[in-house]
């Protein structure tokens, strides 16, 4: 599997089928719906920040298959991290999958979520990779509503 398109696309398929972290938080502290308008694609999720740091995070929606393997992955992601190294991740991943930042050397905190970095030459999709971590700062602003637009 050298080929990157080939594990993206599995991930992708992945995550689609079995998303991690999938459902509904009761007691949440922060709380964010997203709407991507040109697809469709609708987003709620919910955290718990407790000492600044995601202590647990879900998500719940519908969307195509790369806005819900991007919300899997993001929540993974987050889960533990103080909300200031959140924000930089949401901040990093926007600018990676939009074409500013470089895989690597521009998104250090990204991982293995640098798989998403070929979206920027799928204009099409970047929303839908975009609309969690779009709603992610959100809900870390205390805003209840986050778009694409």
Avoid at 10 to 34: D, M, S, W, Y
Wanted: aromatic share 4%; proline share 5%.
């Amino acid at each position: 599997m050298s080929d990157p398109r080939e594990l993206y696309q599995q991930v992708i398929l992945e995550h689609n089928k079995k998303p991690r972290n999938f459902g509904k938080l009761e007691n949440c502290t922060h709380h964010a719906e997203g709407h991507n308008p040109l697809c469709g694609d609708q987003l709620e999720l919910s955290l718990i920040i407790e000492n600044g740091h995601v202590q647990d995070i879900k998500f719940t929606g519908t969307g195509c298959a790369i806005d819900v393997a991007s919300a899997s992955l993001m929540t993974g992601a987050v889960k533990g991290r103080p909300v200031a190294e959140a924000e930089a991740m949401a901040e990093q991943f926007r600018g990676m999958v939009r074409g500013e930042l470089e895989p690597g050397a521009g998104t250090p905190l990204l991982g293995k979520l640098t798989l998403f970095s070929g979206v920027k030459d799928l204009p099409s999709r970047v929303k839908c990779a975009v609309l969690p971590w779009a709603t992610l700062h959100a809900a870390l602003r205390g805003e209840e509503e986050a778009s694409t637009e």
